[in-house]
């Protein structure tokens, strides 16, 4: 693992976001680029799931190649995004999205902020230009989920 860590999902940085629903449409007060700004009164806040398409997904681009090393996820307890899959891109926006094999987040339903490492080496692992994270489920009986902070750390 690497020792010098720098938060690679800063909005400063040119690091963008989006995701599946906004609570409302809403971009301005639930929008994505809200679990990235380090504001904690802030939050990305997901619209209710459909029956016929109940995934949710939050993405992150960082416009510049990276080495993600640990994710850092702080979300509302009771809107925990659960059953996730995370995916990467290691080119431009015409790059299909490959299963990050080495990074798995199993959330617990809480308001604590959770950290999930990544088991990849920091030698021979690729680097990517985005992420992309997939709910197949919530812990709301609405399928709503809410993100207060998302950071993304490792190396540029």
């Known amino acids: 693992m690497a020792t010098?860590?720098?938060r690679l999902s800063c909005t400063s940085k040119g690091t963008t976001a989006r995701a599946s629903s906004t609570w409302?449409?809403?971009?301005?007060k639930f929008g994505p680029l809200n679990a990235l700004n380090n504001n904690t009164e802030d939050a990305w806040k997901s619209a209710q799931s459909e029956e016929n398409d109940p995934l949710a997904y939050f993405e992150i681009d960082f416009h510049r190649p990276v080495q993600v090393n640990e994710l850092r996820i702080q979300y509302q307890g009771g809107f925990v995004g659960m059953d996730c899959i995370v995916y990467q891109k290691s080119g431009d926006e015409t790059t299909d999205w490959e299963e990050c094999e080495d990074l798995f987040i199993d959330p617990i339903d809480s308001n604590e902020v959770q950290t999930f490492e990544s088991e990849a080496d920091d030698a021979t692992s690729d680097k990517c230009s985005a992420l992309r994270i997939e709910f197949g489920r919530s812990t709301d009986f609405y399928g709503r989920i809410v993100i207060y902070s998302l950071e993304v750390w490792g190396t540029e």
Not at 24 to 28: A, F, G, I, P, S
């Open 24 to 28: 409302k449409h809403d971009t301005r």
């Open 4 to 6: 010098d860590l720098v």
